[in-house]
């Protein structure tokens, strides 16, 4: 569980960092400003983030590709689902659906980069991508 909480610390700190309900992110900071919308700092920061997000993406769909990746969306969908109907969360409230966004994509980052490594822990198998053999 150390691993994924890892990977999922990872993922929630680039997400958040690109978007989050409190309004404390790129994103805001990109929209809080439009007549200086783009200096050096704030290019830094989009290769970064950017890099972030390629590799966490890149990762993510190489682990689960895209039935995965649709597999996990739907299981996430259909929590979602039962914490409204349980009336857990107030399906009109706009800010639950940012938060469920934001989570949501959080999560499908982390599960998909740790996907390989529950896979082999579950059946024995390993994945070796990219692997050339002279």
Same mark, same amino acid.
């Given at each position: /569980?150390?691993?994924?909480?890892?990977?999922? +610390?990872?993922?929630?700190?680039?997400?958040?960092?690109?978007?989050?309900?409190?309004?404390?992110?790129?994103?805001? !900071?990109?929209?809080?400003?439009?007549?200086?919308?783009?200096?050096?700092?704030?290019?830094? %920061?989009?290769?970064?983030?950017?890099?972030?997000?390629?590799?966490? @993406?890149?990762?993510?769909? #190489?682990? +689960?590709?895209?039935?995965?990746?649709?597999?996990?969306?739907? %299981? +996430?969908?259909?929590? /979602? !689902?039962?914490?409204?109907?349980?009336?857990?969360?107030?399906? #009109?409230?706009?800010?639950? !659906?940012? !938060?469920?966004? =934001?989570?949501? =994509?959080?999560? @499908?980052?982390?599960?998909?980069?740790?996907?390989?490594?529950? #896979? #082999?822990? @579950?059946?024995?198998?390993?994945?070796?991508?990219?692997?050339?053999?002279?």
């Amino acid at each position: /569980m150390g691993n994924f909480g890892g990977r999922l +610390l990872l993922a929630v700190v680039l997400v958040g960092l690109t978007y989050n309900p409190l309004g404390y992110s790129f994103f805001h !900071w990109l929209s809080g400003d439009l007549n200086n919308l783009i200096d050096p700092v704030k290019a830094i %920061a989009a290769i970064v983030l950017l890099i972030g997000w390629v590799i966490l @993406l890149r990762a993510t769909f #190489r682990s +689960l590709g895209a039935p995965g990746m649709l597999l996990v969306v739907a %299981a +996430l969908g259909t929590l /979602m !689902w039962l914490l409204f109907d349980k009336q857990v969360f107030d399906v #009109r409230d706009a800010g639950v !659906w940012k !938060w469920v966004g =934001t989570i949501g =994509t959080a999560l @499908l980052l982390a599960i998909g980069t740790s996907w390989s490594h529950f #896979r #082999r822990r @579950l059946t024995g198998q390993v994945d070796a991508d990219d692997i050339s053999v002279d």
